[in-house]
């Protein structure tokens, strides 16, 4: 089985996997990153999202061997302490239901407010709309990135 080397959350993994294991396996299984959740295995919910070169990304669809050489961050990467701002919002607008896909809103947010950290709401719901929540979280979704961006601004 082949070896692969990963930067993921500033640490280096060697992790041997075949080539073509889904990135979300790697993590979970491999490397014990639990953070990162399998909702649907097909890059359509959201729930297993990362950054990947600071870009929000589905774990589920990048393959093993094209993420070497690539700066990988998890939910427990994104703040040492959970102290994200994204993450401080979520906690004060009370977002988490069953709390499922929340890694995965938490990790589209905050990369999209990387790159916009003062969006319109129409912004946000588009930024927003390729994670499910089966809670149906999504004003109190919307409001906790409104929240975030203000602490980013």
């Known amino acids: ?22 990135l979300l396996w790697v993590l979970r299984d491999i490397i014990g990153l639990v953070g990162t959740k399998f909702g649907c295995g ?8 990362i950054h990947v070169d600071g870009n929000a990304m589905r774990s589920c669809l990048l393959q093993v061997s ?12 994104l703040s040492k302490h959970g102290d994200h701002p994204v993450q401080q919002a979520w ?13 995965g809103q938490i990790m589209t947010a905050s990369a999209f407010l990387k790159y916009n950290p003062s969006p319109s709401d129409e912004e946000i719901r588009n930024a927003m709309h390729g994670n ?3 809670c149906a979280a999504y ?3 919307e409001e906790a990135v409104k929240v975030a961006s203000k602490k980013l601004s």
């Open 132 to 134: 499910i929540c089966r």
């Open 91 to 103: 906690k004060e607008v009370d977002v988490p239901q069953c709390g499922y896909c929340q890694a």
């Open 1 to 22: 089985m082949p070896a692969f080397n990963l930067k993921i959350n500033n640490k280096t993994y060697s992790v041997e996997a075949d080539a073509d294991t889904p």
């Open 139 to 141: 004003n109190s979704i």
């Open 66 to 77: 094209l993420a070497e050489g690539m700066n990988i961050t998890t939910i427990e990467g």
């Open 42 to 49: 097909i890059g359509q919910c959201g729930a297993c999202t």
